[in-house]
């Protein structure tokens, strides 16, 4: 081969080489591109949260405000989105907000507590609950309530909740088990699906701007209530209407959220019915206080919940004019709007959070004789939190 056509094939050769190598590059660049999309296949075609969803992902999940430490095989840490989400809370309508509550998820011009448990978790509850009722007389019937919360019915776009991480269990699961697991004597009374129907219905049955469940939730679940005392319920209309106005709650004051600022919550509450007189007395640290209503007191727009009671103590007493017998209420704040609705049936109505009650249970049963106790609280307060642990304090304090 003579030296010219020999650099023409070294130089035709390096072409082709060099034509080769750029085609490879090409094609590994658009292979590497494609892979590292989530196939279709990985999301179901429902734009919205459910509960299998939750089940299916809960491995992933962000603790809620103030969750326990006996959750941790669930939770072993917060969510990186957690932190990226709170420096971002001004430039966002979705994330987590870290605040002085412990992290608040927001969505728009709603706040939500993330609900998540383990087995073991569950296991308390049911056991602080059958322990409990070895303390209860014989004659005295008992009954159990888990209320749920927003979470369990958020209408959130599946991208969103997926890049937020903010997964959740099914807290109508969470009471079927709970209900299978309690002593024959305690009675559950699940309303977790009652309250998801009236959601759908489009009910106000909760605040978008507080943790709390709505006073108009809470008399479906009086209702229940009363089916299982063999009690008529009263129509709503029945009872005293009494209309607060503008609320900002917690979930406000947690994420400081211009949407929820410029859309609050509006407050309506339901006093005792106007043909019945109500007394309330007050226990709180050694101190008696007869100078507060049941469901007349003083608020402002960020606590529209110190309506009742007016004040946060050990113990509540309410006497009625009703021609009924006596019932104990042991619980959360979710028990405050069913209290008046109560004094329709009632002579005696006390009320006791464990979080705040400084006797031991059995010290005050010995004292205080009851037709029947209903237990209460949130999903939220059930599976985390300070209330469980302050629920089996109760029962094992010595005075």
């Known amino acids: 081969m003579e030296k010219k056509d020999f650099n023409n094939f070294k130089k035709n050769s390096a072409l082709l080489i060099t034509s080769i190598v750029l085609i490879l590059v090409l094609l590994l660049t658009v292979f590497a591109i494609a892979t590292s999309r989530k196939p279709n296949g990985d999301y179901n075609t429902d734009s919205t949260i459910d509960n299998a969803d939750r089940n299916e992902s809960i491995d992933n999940a962000v603790s809620s405000d103030n969750i326990d430490a006996e959750s941790s095989d669930i939770e072993e840490s917060k969510d990186n989105s957690a932190n990226e989400s709170s420096t971002e809370e001004s430039k966002t309508d979705h994330g987590w907000i870290i605040n002085k509550y412990g992290y608040t998820y927001l969505y728009k011009d709603s706040g939500y507590e993330q609900f998540n448990y383990s087995s073991k978790v569950l296991e308390r509850y049911v056991n602080a609950l059958n322990t409990f009722e070895n303390y209860v007389p014989e004659e005295t019937s008992i009954y159990n309530i888990i209320v749920p919360v927003s979470s369990e019915f958020a209408e959130i776009p599946r991208e969103v909740y997926i890049e937020d991480g903010f997964y959740n269990k099914s807290q109508s699961a969470f009471v079927s088990t709970v209900e299978t697991k309690l002593d024959e004597r305690i009675i559950n ?177 010995k004292d205080h004789k009851y037709e029947c106790i209903v237990t209460m609280c949130y999903s939220t307060n059930a599976t985390s939190g300070d209330y469980i642990p302050a629920f089996n304090e109760f029962l094992t304090k010595e005075n």
Not at 194 to 202: A, C, F, P, R, V
Not at 289 to 305: G, I, Q, R, V
Not at 318 to 324: C, E, I, P, W
Request: include cysteine.
């Open 189 to 365: 009374i699940p309303i977790v699906n009652l309250i998801k129907q009236k959601y759908y219905d489009n009910d106000y049955v909760f605040f978008r701007t507080d943790k709390n469940w709505t006073p108009q939730a809470a008399y479906y679940a009086y209702c229940e209530l009363c089916k299982q005392l063999n009690l008529t319920p009263i129509p709503l209309s029945s009872f005293n209407k009494i209309e607060a106005g503008e609320f900002l709650g917690r979930f406000y004051l947690a994420t400081d959220s211009t949407l929820m600022e410029n859309n609050p919550d509006n407050f309506v509450c339901y006093g005792p019915m106007p043909s019945i007189k109500t007394a309330l007395t007050i226990y709180k640290d050694e101190t008696v206080y007869k100078d507060f209503e049941l469901c007349s007191n003083d608020y402002d727009k960020y606590s529209a919940y110190d309506i009742f009671f007016g004040i946060d103590a050990d113990r509540y007493e309410v006497s009625s004019t009703a021609a009924g017998g006596s019932i104990l209420l042991i619980g959360d704040s979710s028990i405050y709007p069913i209290v008046p609705l109560l004094t329709a049936h009632y002579k005696t109505i006390d009320v006791v959070n464990p979080q705040n009650f400084t006797e031991s249970v059995a010290d005050y049963l």
